[in-house]
């Protein structure tokens, strides 16, 4: 009895054995778990660090986005501020300083000149140039041809670069190759003005950067206000000419000669000094209208105007003072230069060959009366006044000649 009991309890596992199997199972479940866990924690980690990457990109962009609004902000106000300057310029040399400021701030990491077409429309001329502060200096000549821009020639933006096929402005021909080039044409209210031209700077050893897209399209925004402005001032410019110019000859007329002559003479009065007026009269110009036509009689007033405004220095005043009848004021002169300026003048027209139809008209003279202050009158009314009776007794005299007023 005894033996089969302990043969019994010998066949039975020991209690610790029996104890160590859910401990075994327990342990399998926690390490599961934790398994789980660290996977689940690996894919956490990655989706944070995703989402970090994907923060700092959309950062990365938001700050390039503020970079590019500043700087287009910047731009906007620099391109007003040239607008406002040039819509307050008085005439196109205040202009073109205005563009020569403003346009390496306008047009970074490029050279550029602006051209603008001549009066004829048959060339442009060259307004204003920037670049010099870059490694050489700019390559602009003084004037273009407008076949030479393709831009011009099409009518819009043309662009050169290594990415494109475009065929260069013959303009940029001193241009390295390997130079990025832009030509930007100005139109406004419908009219083509003028052109701005563009290249990138070129270093040797360097391949030169291209000209963005988003660059373009700013510098060609640009270029679209400016246009207006420079048109404008182009307007006002013509309008103030035919306010006080003759439309024959292109000398000062007589509403711009009284209103200029009467302060002249005010300042000359102040401060002591001489001023000297000759009325100019052709002779027989009457006969020449009726036997060659007024065509012809226009071709001597021309001709005798030219000659005139090479005749005057730069603080004298040249007038056509009506039909055949011109008018000189001189500043600081005494009456024997005034005389002998005259007396060159009269020469001078009587030597003057004029071409009209492939014909040389027949020489022409003029009389001249000679006035000067304080000594014939201090007023330009009085003065002028002077000078034409003096003129008068030249034509009574024989005409040909210079007489001093009375």
């Not at 013959?170 to 100005?186: E, S």
Request: aromatic fraction near 6%; glycine fraction near 6%.
């Amino acid at each position: 009895m005894i033996a089969s009991l302990l043969l019994g309890l010998a066949m039975q596992p020991p209690v610790y054995f029996l104890m160590l199997r859910p401990l075994k199972l327990h342990m399998a479940q926690l390490a599961s778990k934790t398994q789980d866990l660290e996977r689940a924690n690996s894919m956490l980690e990655e989706r944070v660090s995703e989402r970090t990457r994907e923060l700092e990109h959309a950062t990365r962009k938001a700050q390039d986005s503020l970079h590019s609004l500043e700087g287009s902000h910047r731009h906007s106000s620099l391109v007003r501020e040239l607008v406002e300057l040039l819509e307050a310029s008085n005439s196109a040399a205040e202009a073109r300083e205005m563009m020569q400021r403003y346009g390496h701030v306008l047009f970074p990491g490029v050279k550029g000149a602006l051209y603008v077409y001549h009066s004829s429309r048959n060339f442009l001329e060259l307004g204003a140039a920037w670049g010099a502060e870059t490694t050489s200096p700019p390559t602009f000549s003084d004037t273009m041809n407008p076949d030479d821009c393709w831009a011009l020639r099409r009518g819009r933006q043309h662009d050169t670069d290594r990415h494109t096929c475009n065929p260069r402005c013959r303009h940029f021909a001193g241009v390295a190759d390997d130079c990025a080039t832009l030509c930007l044409p100005m139109v406004a209210l419908g009219e083509l003005i003028g052109v701005v031209v563009l290249f990138t700077d070129f270093t040797p050893g360097r391949t030169a950067p291209t000209i963005s897209e988003d660059t373009r399209y700013s510098m060609a925004a640009a270029v679209e206000q400016i246009s207006l402005a420079l048109s404008n001032l182009q307007l006002r410019e013509k309008l103030s000419s035919q306010a006080i110019r003759d439309p024959l000859t292109g000398m000062f007329n007589r509403r711009y000669f009284e209103e200029t002559v009467e302060r002249e003479l005010r300042q000359a009065n102040r401060k002591g000094a001489q001023a000297g007026v000759i009325m100019i009269d052709l002779d027989h110009f009457k006969r020449l209208n009726d036997t060659r036509g007024h065509d012809a009689g226009d071709a001597v007033l021309r001709r005798v105007g030219l000659l005139l405004q090479d005749c005057v220095r730069i603080e004298d005043i040249a007038c056509r003072y009506g039909g055949e009848e011109f008018v000189l004021f001189l500043p600081d002169i005494s009456i024997d230069q005034l005389v002998s300026r005259a007396d060159q003048i009269r020469e001078a027209v009587r030597d003057m060959q004029v071409r009209f139809h492939g014909d040389i008209l027949q020489p022409i003279s003029l009389s001249c009366g000679v006035a000067i202050s304080p000594e014939h009158g201090t007023s330009h009314a009085d003065l002028l006044e002077s000078a034409d009776r003096a003129l008068y007794l030249a034509k009574k005299g024989g005409r040909d000649r210079v007489v001093v007023a009375e």
